[in-house]
């Protein structure tokens, strides 16, 4: 057992060399693309002086370690670059344009999948074999097999083509999602995107209570809570659920990580220009530096919400000692 | 009658772990802590003590599923062969696993759940190369089986389809397969209720006595080691503290220890009990890990003769009578 | 014992278990009486329904398992005060409401459970799992609670309790969980506990420590134990009397000096005579031909039969009743005459 401190600079030092390392991966692999990004941002007819006058503006006629150097020295300042499509605007500014909108939709997601996958997967594993049980198996299937961009396509073509409930493509002024009142008011426009996001991980995190229920209500402790005389409420909320969200919370840790994943699909179906869409259009035109500056960032997202992670079991489980 | 089988010297076999990042430690967990002990052909001698004692590692080390650290182990199939089980060679090693064999605890886990029984059983038998083609491996493997009391229809069913007791059956016919002299018992009846456990042991008793083998018999059960066994040694933390015939450990125990183990058998007698004299040990088990100095039992011993002696010098194992040895300082004059 | 206050009367209690293979019949009528302050062992080999007595009788069978028929009649005035039952004489159990059934539970009667490991909630304090009871039967605020569980630590000796009481449960050893366990059996002062196995996890210097232990408290609360164990040695070490149990029927019930002198049943005579003894070498153990049987298709009549020495053609068709064969031994065979002629035989040779 060491210290909370101690333990926290443990990882942050680790950290430090992961992204350096994450770092040197992404910068050789993204320059072995193929295609030069001066000559893609020019297109087809720009002359060869102004296709090499851009190289050199962006550093790019330097050999690769040069700019593999330059670069680290700039993200060691605190600094991004500049993106190559939107020459000369900041990346960093590029991110934080498009991080709002993104954050909005995949916390929904993730607040959406936990408030119904916890209490469904605790009725089933509690209800085993009842018409609810069979219900939340149910969904958990469909849920994890249903692959995200038909699920999108298949909402948009449903609720909002034939059924006309919701616009098929989200029109909030930016930023308002963000403002008290909007974080709610935007939900009518979100829903499909957020629907899209949050049944993935609704199914696996309900499968995921319910089977770690079923384990624990089979434990000698909670046979020995009944023995007591407590209710069932008690037995089930008190000392039952406790113990089966442990691998639940990992899980619900994972799904921020595979929102980035989720956000490029779900992005392109519903024309959202969020995180995602800046990621994948980075990469089609060559935009290193966004490129780069995305990857690193989610690298340290890992890092950081492992941490939480960690932080969070040793919280919820007194036998988990920080190492 | 001075035919020893196994001759066991100074034996140590220590675990190491490693804990911290910054400041690396080595920590020994002291198993086994100079063990040494004696074994006469077609003898039996039981190995009592606690869970963490070092009981199954020391049964481990003989049958060299572990290197010991330092020590000997000397094995003498027959009265002009010796064989160094600690130095040796490829050649000698298949020997010494002819020699030696062993029967594990838990009959559910110490078989391959995806094998018949005839693979199980036959294994040793390809191992060491016993049977010349198909047939005569069948044949042996029936006899085999037969000697266990399991039928020959038996042969291509798979663990999972048989009781608990018969699956120790089939693991005590597969330590059979290669003809040993010495066989390591490690709990072998734990697992089971005490109806199969009696046929269980008379089993093992008549094959000892039907293949003029010899048994080091591993079990917490008193009772079961009384049982079986010509000879006791009692281990602590690591240490034998004392080591005789069964009958003068039973009926006159001199280690505190074991007088305190005893004394907590409960014995399925209500009248023995009824008169049994009581003694509780206080404190638990201390850890294997950093034991304390001197005597390792002085931390929970009812009889400490010699405080200082006690607490920071360590008994050696010594006779007192015949036969009959104990590591303590009481006995020391 | 005299006069003799009986406590719970078991009345032919029958217990199913519906799973995928099949139905399990695993109390098929089990009948026994426990009286006030004694010990009463359950004993017999693996899936007997010693176990499952006890869930039964505390109404916390899995949801597989339903008890099809049978009484448990309490005779507790403060158990009825508390559930709040007006009638006179004993109440059934089985017949509770199961609002009435929490208010049994650990109230009247609580539980001790086998392995230490796994019987403490890991994520809670010692002091919260045993304030829990505290605070549901006895309505203690939180401080007096806390008072009483520091004094229920200081009296099974894990000391310092203040210590003990703050610790989780993985910090602990086997034995000091153990003791826990009794001590939240015991803070309600229930009239009956139930320890099933309750030190067969344990290694037998600190299960002599937990057996001392519980009987001390037993005696100290006035409480009667039903102790439920596969190891004769520790029924003759602790019990009062003992009751015996074959493929879930209870088959013979003496006190436990006749109970391991005098044995009646068959089965309790092999069980007995299995047992290896530091007491008496033998050459070989007597054992009992055959295994337990399966209890989805048990068989005919007296579930023992097909491993009877005793055996003849009315034991394959009929169950036999529980007979009081000589005072105060009740035993569960048509041919204990046979069984009695024999031991007269032998005791004459």
């Not at chain 2, 001075?2 to 400041?23: A, C, I, Q, S, W």
């Not at chain 2, 038998?125 to 009391?149: H, P, Q, S, T, W």
């Not at chain 2, 034998?240 to 058998?265: R, W």
């Not at chain 3, 610790?167 to 826990?180: A, D, N, T």
Request: aromatic share 8%; hydrophobic share 40%; glycine share 6%.
């Amino acid at each position: 057992m060491i210290g909370l401190r101690e333990y926290i600079a443990k990882k942050l030092a680790i950290a430090v060399l992961v992204l350096i390392g994450v770092y040197t991966i992404t910068f050789f692999l993204t320059f072995m693309l193929p295609g030069d990004p001066a000559r893609v941002s020019l297109g087809q007819h720009g002359s060869e002086e102004a296709v090499e006058l851009i190289r050199q503006q962006w550093g790019l006629d330097e050999p690769r370690y040069v700019q593999y150097v330059s670069y680290l020295q700039l993200f060691i300042q605190g600094e991004m670059g500049k993106s190559f499509r939107y020459y000369p605007r900041d990346v960093i500014e590029l991110i934080r344009y498009r991080f709002p909108v993104t954050a909005y939709y995949g916390l929904w997601s993730i607040i959406f999948a936990v408030a119904v996958s916890i209490p469904l997967g605790v009725a089933a594993a509690y209800k085993q074999n009842s018409i609810i049980d069979n219900i939340a198996v149910l969904i958990s299937q469909i849920g994890v097999s249903l692959p995200n961009f038909w699920l999108g396509m298949m909402l948009i073509a449903i609720v909002a083509v034939r059924l006309g409930w919701v616009n098929p493509v989200p029109e909030v002024e930016y930023g308002y999602y963000w403002t008290p009142i909007g974080f709610f008011a935007s939900l009518k426009d979100y829903i499909l995107p957020i629907l899209t996001v949050g049944t993935g991980m609704l199914a696996s995190n309900t499968r995921l209570t319910r089977s770690s229920m079923l384990e624990i209500i089979r434990e000698d402790y909670i046979t020995l809570a009944r023995a007591k005389g407590l209710s069932e409420r008690t037995v089930v909320l008190k000392h039952a659920l406790r113990n089966a969200l442990i691998p639940v919370v990992t899980n619900v840790g994972l799904q921020f990580l595979l929102l980035v994943g989720g956000a490029v699909l779900t992005e392109t179906v519903f024309g959202i220009n969020g995180i995602g869409k800046l990621y994948i259009d980075a990469i089609n035109y060559r935009d290193y530096p966004v490129v780069i500056a995305l990857t690193l960032i989610y690298t340290g997202g890992v890092v950081l919400i492992n941490l939480i992670v960690d932080l969070l079991y040793a919280k919820i489980d007194p036998r988990v000692s920080l190492r | 009658m001075n035919d020893p089988l196994l001759e066991v010297e100074n034996l140590k076999k220590y675990f190491t772990f490693t804990r911290g990042l910054v400041r690396r430690k080595t920590y020994y967990l002291r198993a086994v802590d100079n063990v040494s002990f004696t074994l006469q052909r077609k003898r039996t001698l039981g190995v009592v003590g606690e869970s963490g004692c070092g009981k199954t590692t020391l049964g481990k080390t003989l049958v060299t599923l572990y290197k010991p650290d330092s020590g000997k182990i000397l094995l003498h199939p027959d009265e002009n062969t010796t064989l160094d089980v600690v130095n040796a060679n490829d050649d000698e090693l298949k020997q010494i696993r002819r020699t030696v064999q062993m029967v594990f605890q838990d009959p559910h886990s110490s078989l391959n759940p995806r094998w018949p029984v005839k693979n199980i059983v036959g294994e040793p038998l390809d191992i060491l190369k016993l049977a010349r083609g198909r047939k005569e491996r069948e044949n042996m493997v029936i006899d085999l089986l037969d000697e266990v009391g399991l039928k020959p229809e038996h042969l291509n069913r798979y663990p999972h389809e048989f009781s608990g007791g018969q699956r120790q059956r089939i693991g005590i016919a597969r330590a059979l397969a290669s003809d040993p002299d010495l066989v390591v018992l490690d709990e072998p009846t734990s697992a089971v209720d005490v109806s199969v456990q009696a046929q269980v042991l008379n089993l093992l008793k008549e094959l000892q006595e039907k293949k003029s083998m010899a048994y080091l018999f591993i079990s917490h059960d008193l009772g079961v080691v009384h049982h079986m066994s010509d000879e006791i040694a009692v281990q602590y933390l690591g240490e034998i503290v004392e080591h005789g015939d069964s009958e003068n450990v039973f009926n006159e125990p001199l280690h505190p220890y074991t007088k305190a183990l005893l004394s907590a058998l409960p014995v399925p007698d209500p009248e023995f009990e009824a008169h049994k004299r009581r003694i509780i040990l206080k404190g638990t088990l201390p850890n294997a890990v950093s034991p304390p100095k001197g005597c390792r039992f002085h931390t929970r011993c009812p009889e400490l003769v010699d405080e200082y002696k006690c607490k920071n010098e360590c008994p050696r194992l010594k006779e007192v009578s015949k036969g009959h040895k104990v590591a303590c300082w009481i006995y020391d004059d | 014992m005299a006069d003799k206050e009986i406590l719970m009367e078991v009345k032919d209690l029958v217990t199913r278990f519906y799973t995928e293979d099949g139905v399990v019949k695993a109390l098929e009528g089990v009948n026994f009486a426990v009286y006030k302050g004694e010990t009463f062992a359950l004993v017999g080999e693996t899936g007997c329904g010693k176990s499952v007595t006890s869930l039964s009788i505390l109404r916390l069978l899995p949801v597989s398992g339903k008890t099809l028929r049978g009484e448990v009649l309490f005779h507790d005035a403060e158990s009825k005060k508390r559930i709040g039952i007006k009638k006179e004489g004993p109440f059934d159990i089985l017949k509770l409401t199961s609002k009435q059934a929490l208010r049994m539970r650990g109230f009247s009667m609580s539980l001790i459970t086998q392995d230490p490991m796994t019987s403490l909630n890991p994520v809670y304090t010692v002091g919260d799992q045993i304030m829990e009871v505290l605070q549901l039967h006895k309505k203690l605020s939180d401080k007096q609670a806390k008072k009483e569980a520091l004094q229920l630590l200081e009296d099974v000796e894990l000391t310092p309790a203040e210590d003990i009481f703050r610790k989780y449960p993985h910090q602990l050893s086997g034995g000091q969980r153990q003791r826990i366990v009794i001590v939240i059996s015991l803070a309600a002062e229930p009239a009956l506990i139930f320890a099933d196995e309750p030190t067969t996890a344990l290694d037998v210097t600190i299960q002599a420590r937990v057996l001392e232990l519980l009987r001390e408290m037993k005696e100290e609360f006035n409480t009667s134990l039903v102790l439920i164990t596969h190891n004769l040695g520790i029924v003759a070490e602790v019990s009062d009397r003992i009751g015996v149990m074959y493929a879930g029927r209870v088959v013979e019930i003496a006190d436990k000096y006749t109970m391991f002198k005098r044995p009646l049943h068959p089965y309790t005579q092999g069980l007995i005579a299995a047992v290896p003894k530091i007491t008496e070498k033998k050459d070989t153990l007597s054992f009992i031909a055959g295994t337990v049987p399966n209890l989805i298709r048990p068989p005919s009549g007296c579930r023992f039969h097909p491993r009877c020495p005793y055996a003849t053609d009315i034991c394959k068709e009929k169950i036999p009743s529980m007979e009081e064969v000589e005072p105060d031994h009740f035993v569960e065979c048509w041919n204990v005459d046979e069984v009695i002629k024999d031991l007269e035989k032998e005791e004459c040779e």
